[in-house]
């Protein structure tokens, strides 16, 4: 059973839990009763629907491997995936402390680093940089969006 069998059967899973919890909102006291309820259903169908066929597609694919049954493959992008989730937690943690620019900046340079490779510094370094410091002024200066000053920088 491959990584992407596994989560399309997780995904049904809370697909139908969450569409089975949708019916115990409450209806609302005025107008349509049902009115709160139906985007939640939507969506939950929705996931239902997506991960049922996914699942669908994943077991042909399967079949037509015809790898023995019980077999669990790593995809390569399971270690991008990873590292991408604790860049991520890692980036949640600095953004406070370091403030938007460097943590982004840090944040995208390890994600351009893991997808473009180390051959490609010069221009992910570039990115990051370039790509940090214009949503800062956009969105601080230009919306009036607050974002944690970097320390010591004052653009």
């Known amino acids: 059973m491959n990584i992407s069998i596994l989560s399309g059967i997780l995904a049904l899973l809370i ?3 969450y569409t089975a919890m949708t019916f115990l909102l409450p209806d609302a006291p005025i ?3 049902m009115e709160p309820k139906i985007f939640p259903m939507t969506l939950g169908f929705l996931m239902i629907i997506l991960s049922s066929v996914m699942l669908f597609q994943e077991m042909r694919k399967t079949k037509k491997d015809e ?3 019980g077999t669990f493959t790593i995809d390569t992008n399971l270690k991008n995936i990873g590292l991408t989730c604790l860049f ?6 600095l953004f406070d402390k370091l403030g938007y620019v460097i943590s982004t900046l840090l944040f995208l ?12 510094w010069k221009i992910n370094t570039v ?3 370039v790509f940090s410091l214009i949503i800062y002024i956009l969105f601080s ?8 000053m970097t ?5």
């Open 88 to 93: 991520s937690i890692l980036y949640a943690i």
């Open 31 to 33: 107008g349509r009763p």
């Open 141 to 148: 200066k230009l919306l009036g969006v607050y974002l944690p």
């Open 151 to 155: 320390p010591g920088i004052w653009i």
């Open 15 to 17: 697909g139908l839990i």
């Open 109 to 120: 340079e390890g994600e351009l680093f893991l997808f473009n490779g180390a051959g490609k």
């Open 67 to 69: 790898r023995p049954a």
């Open 127 to 129: 990115v990051s940089v």
